[in-house]
């Protein structure tokens, strides 16, 4: 009776684990959560295995050791039947958030007794992209669309070589050389493991350059510029280094310094002599500087379960030039409230240390990923502020379109989801002395709604319209990839 018992069970996982399969694959099957919800009050559901091996197929290129480090379970571990499926879900979102494989499946290989073999079986991405960089300077499409009517002297275009997975152990390389709007080159090289026991890691690189035009001001909540068509007006130099430390799976920490020099005309000094400390033309400082990343969700690109939390804490400058105690935290949260239906938070705030500081060094709200949807025309600069956003967001179409060889583990897909979405937003700035800007110190307001659409290599296309407190609306675009 108990080997009738212990015969079914394991007939339970292969079939749950081919729902697995089905679940993440589309390969005929049931789902695991329909699986364990129908087979977790079985009789001998209770019963404990041990996994005898792990094997690996479909890594050409990547070392087994990388896989085998973003898995939660190893070999000579026990688990009970409902543990181990949940194991399984987990290896997999592991494996897909180090952007190393297209596909992803974590199921029962084979049973002897209460001994289990695991199968990992995983679609590779190419690794390797020279490809032509063309981007806008701008921060967003519609800056550069709509207030600089789209000129092309306003976008970076050249030669930008990335190479992802270099060795095998998902160490990176990237080489840009641009030229137009900034002239540029840098080389960065990350390897994120180099002892025996895979937690810690080296990150360096370096970047140099120069620009005819620069953003010596901030005038009634908008960048104001200077061109040269004929000098350049800024050169810059920056290098870096990075030891990294990833204890377990979800945590990682950055300990680097960098070193920066940068360098701008007299016509800037006189245009703002604050935008560097006692109307300088050249700067150069090193800044030390912790970041603690802590990511458990299902999908790195476009989160719809789970968390991020992100502690950032740094030290610009040794002397009067540039003195600043820079600290920032970053929090979201996505959870699944109904049948494809997803409830998102983000909580972002800054302070600077001391608030008197140089132009240079008064960024906020506006630039990069620290904005608020609904106004992306303006920048708000200050030496403190945060925002907060939430999103209510509904799957409307998930297509996949499969290509399958014959000498493939699982088949390739290259999918094409969209989303619909509407949102809030409510942020703050501080700035000790605003002069013509308006939108600092007062508390900001925007929502709307919108269409996400995500694609290949994950690449992602937002269509928002988005209304704030001044009374405007507009169609705003974004875009986010790899490349």
Same mark, same amino acid.
């Given at each position: 009776m108990q080997r009738m018992a212990k015969f079914l069970v394991i007939i339970l996982i292969t079939v749950m684990s081919a729902g697995f399969i089905q679940a993440q694959t589309s390969v005929q099957g049931i789902s695991i959560s329909d699986s364990l919800k129908h087979y977790s009050q079985q009789p001998g559901s209770a019963n404990t295995f041990t996994i005898r091996e792990i094997a690996i197929s479909g890594n050409k290129k990547t070392k087994e050791s990388i896989i085998l480090r973003e898995l939660p379970f190893q070999s000579g571990e026990i688990y009970n039947l409902s543990d181990l499926v949940k194991e399984f879900e987990i290896a997999r979102k592991q494996l897909l958030n180090t952007a190393l494989f297209h596909e @992803? /499946? @974590? %199921? &029962? !290989?084979?049973f002897e007794g209460n001994n289990i073999d695991i199968l990992v079986a995983v679609k590779e991405r190419w690794y390797l992209f020279? /490809?032509? =960089? *063309?981007k806008f300077v701008d921060r967003n499409l519609n800056q550069w669309i709509v207030e600089q009517h %789209? !000129? &092309?002297?306003r976008i970076n275009y050249g030669l930008k070589i990335l190479y992802n997975n270099v060795s095998g152990r998902n160490d990176k390389m990237n080489l =840009?050389? *641009? +030229?137009? =709007?900034?002239k540029q080159i840098s080389l960065s090289y990350d390897r994120p493991y180099i002892d025996k026991k895979m937690k810690w890691g080296i990150n360096s690189g370096f970047a140099i350059g120069s620009n005819r035009e620069v953003n010596y001001n901030t005038i009634n909540d908008k960048q104001v510029f200077f061109k040269d068509t004929n000098n350049f007006v800024r050169t810059f130099f920056r290098a870096f280094g990075e030891a990294t430390y990833r204890p377990a799976i979800k945590t990682r920490h950055r300990f680097g310094i960098s070193y920066t020099i940068e360098t701008i005309t007299d016509t800037i000094v006189s245009l703002n002599p604050k935008y560097f400390t006692d109307g300088r033309d050249k700067i150069s400082f090193p800044e030390f500087y912790y970041l603690m990343n802590y990511t458990d969700v299902d999908y790195n690109p476009y989160p719809l379960k789970g968390y991020i939390v992100e502690l950032y &804490? %740094? !030290?610009?400058? &040794? +002397?009067k030039e540039i003195n600043m105690w820079l600290l920032s935290a970053k929090a979201s949260g996505s959870w699944e409230v109904a049948k494809k239906t997803y409830f998102g938070a983000k909580l972002a705030g800054v /302070? !600077?240390?001391p608030f008197n500081q140089p132009y240079f060094n008064q960024r906020l709200l506006g630039y990069g990923d620290f904005f608020m949807q609904g106004y992306e025309y303006y920048v708000i600069d200050g030496v403190a502020g945060g925002y907060a956003k939430a999103s209510l967001t509904r799957e409307i179409l998930n297509l996949g379109f499969r290509v399958k060889r014959k000498k493939d583990v699982i088949p390739y897909q290259i999918p094409f989801k969209a989303y619909a979405k509407t949102f809030v937003n409510a942020g703050y700035a501080y700035h000790p002395t605003p002069e013509t800007n308006t939108l600092n110190n007062r508390m900001l307001y925007s929502w709307g709604v919108g269409i996400d659409i995500l694609t290949h290599y994950d690449f992602t296309l937002k269509f928002e319209w988005s209304f704030n407190v001044l009374g405007e609306n507009a169609l705003y675009l974004h875009r986010k990839t790899i490349f």
């Open positions: @992803v /499946v @974590v %199921a &029962l !290989k084979g020279p /490809v032509p =960089y *063309i %789209a !000129k &092309l002297d =840009y050389l *641009i +030229n137009g =709007y900034t &804490l %740094a !030290k610009r400058g &040794l +002397n /302070v !600077k240390f």
